[in-house]
């Protein structure tokens, strides 16, 4: 029997298999199963017998120094990689089509080739755009003072558009940058594979030639990759495993703020989490964004309660809001926004049989102000005061935040970090706090703000409404 030429694999996690299916056994995705060619890849060549490349080294011996990073301007960024560009470093920044990306990318190379921040070389190669697009961008994303362009469009920044890997190596080695970008891995082609771009074994490849460039020459590799929702084209999860930092930007497409956040990270902590706003000059950081999601809320209005929730090691103050109205017709509906739906309907089903707030025949309507999406349990308290305020049409005190993760026999639970939680919400001028009740007095709580403690969601209501 003549050997297969081809195999089945899924774009979305990379499993492979010699026959399709319509769902991938290994990550569930629908669909996302192509046919492509088997191919083995050049970097598998044996090497010399004889002499090693590497040498092993006796522990103390190693230099302890932490990582040298280069000097990194816009500090929402610098905080999600956990303090600066490290050198050698291979990053992937991943995210939906049209979500910032490039926009992002494009801005940090303008200013890391600024003289402020030590004129890095940097090369960027665009598989998507052409020179004259970018160069439109680059212009919009200037720093504008009285209708005029602050700074010069930078000289160290070198654009190229190509997609073969081969020929961008070759730029590399004469441009010598210190940084390089590469906007998209989905677009890049090596010339002896025969699968077409974007699929998996090319981004996978694409991917590993980067990250042996990186860690012999010391420059660091951006690489964008699009999130796709169809097997069409390699999801950046294929590639998680390959880089060192993951970091995805996230948002709500039609609202402006965007997320930028780190899902791993072998120089810094994980689920660190910069804020940006997209305006029409381009990405700008929001340096305080509990006060940017509480801008527009509605005071002394029902239905809304503020949680603090942890975005990495930063305490966020959000609004959740909760509506209740009538169910017309059939089984009352429950529906999430930014909020886990199983979270939802956990609370709802607290809040009837453990609280006194029958929801039995009412749709339930939960939602987090401005994009953000709040998958901590510690929320579950706000989100259930929300939703108990709007059935009631009484409203919260509006100097008041609710922490606290709720279980099935109502009882409140302990949150981690609520000291930082309960510094943050006093910064913002709250006056009074919500918690469970504490099990051990050993962290003295902070001052300035009036601390309540509730055993239960029925004690927690008594308190805020
Ligand atoms: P882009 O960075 O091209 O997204 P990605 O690379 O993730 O696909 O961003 C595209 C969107 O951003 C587009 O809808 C226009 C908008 N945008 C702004 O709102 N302000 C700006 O300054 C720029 C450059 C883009
Ligand atoms: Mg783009």
New binding site residues.
């Given amino acids: 029997m003549p050997k297969p030429s081809t195999q089945f694999v899924c774009q979305q996690c990379g499993r492979t298999s010699p026959v399709s299916f319509g769902r991938c056994p290994s990550c569930n995705a629908w669909g996302s199963m192509v046919e492509e060619p088997l191919e083995m890849p050049a970097t598998s060549v044996p090497r010399h017998k004889g002499v090693p490349a590497s040498h092993p080294v006796r522990l103390d011996e190693i230099s302890g120094d932490a990582e040298e990073r280069l000097n990194t301007p816009i500090s929402e960024f610098a905080r999600v990689l956990g303090g600066g560009v490290v050198p050698g470093s291979i990053v992937l920044v991943g995210?939906d089509?049209?979500?910032?990306?490039?926009?992002l990318l494009l801005q940090l190379a303008m200013e890391m080739t600024s003289s402020a921040y030590g004129s890095h070389p940097v090369l960027y190669v665009s598989g998507e755009e052409s020179e004259r697009q970018i160069k439109m961008?680059a212009v919009?994303?200037l720093r504008m003072e009285n209708g005029e362009p602050l700074t010069e469009l930078p000289k160290n920044l070198l654009l190229v558009t190509e997609t073969n890997l081969d020929t961008i190596m070759e730029h590399i080695q004469q441009v010598k940058p210190e940084l390089v970008i590469i906007d998209s891995i989905q677009t890049i082609t090596l010339s002896e594979f025969s699968s077409s771009a974007g699929s998996v074994s090319q981004v996978r490849e694409t991917a590993s030639r980067l990250r042996e460039l990186a860690k012999s020459s010391g420059i660091a590799v951006f690489v964008?990759g699009h999130v796709t929702k169809e097997g069409v084209i390699a999801g950046p999860r294929v590639l998680e495993h390959i880089v060192d930092t993951v970091l995805y930007l996230e948002g709500d497409r039609y609202q402006s703020y965007r997320l930028l956040r780190s899902v791993k990270n072998r120089f810094g902590a994980t689920s660190e989490v910069g804020v940006f706003e997209?305006?029409?000059?381009?990405m700008v950081e929001v340096i305080n964004p509990s006060e940017a999601f509480l801008a527009e809320r509605l005071v002394n209005t029902p239905g809304s309660a503020i949680a603090v929730t942890m975005e990495g090691t930063r305490p966020l103050l959000v609004e959740i809001q909760g509506l209740t109205t009538r169910t017309n017709y059939g089984n009352p509906r429950r529906t999430a926004n930014g909020l886990d739906i199983n979270r939802v309907l956990l609370n709802a089903a607290v809040l009837t049989r453990r609280a006194g707030i029958n929801l039995t025949e009412q749709d339930v309507f939960a939602n987090v102000v401005g994009g953000l999406m709040v998958e901590e349990p510690a929320a579950d308290l706000a989100m259930s005061v929300a939703i108990a305020s709007s059935l009631r049409d009484m409203p919260v005190r509006a100097d008041m935040v609710l922490i606290g993760e709720i279980g099935l026999s109502g009882e409140l639970r302990w949150v981690s970090q609520m000291i930082p939680r309960l510094r943050e919400a006093s910064k913002l001028g709250f006056k009074a706090a919500v918690i469970p009740r504490r099990t051990s007095h050993a962290e003295a709580l902070p001052s300035g703000i009036e601390i309540m403690e509730a055993r239960s969601l029925q004690e927690a209501l008594r308190l805020s409404l």
């Fill in positions: 995210g089509p049209g979500i910032g990306k490039s926009t961008r919009r994303l964008i997209m305006r029409d000059r381009g």
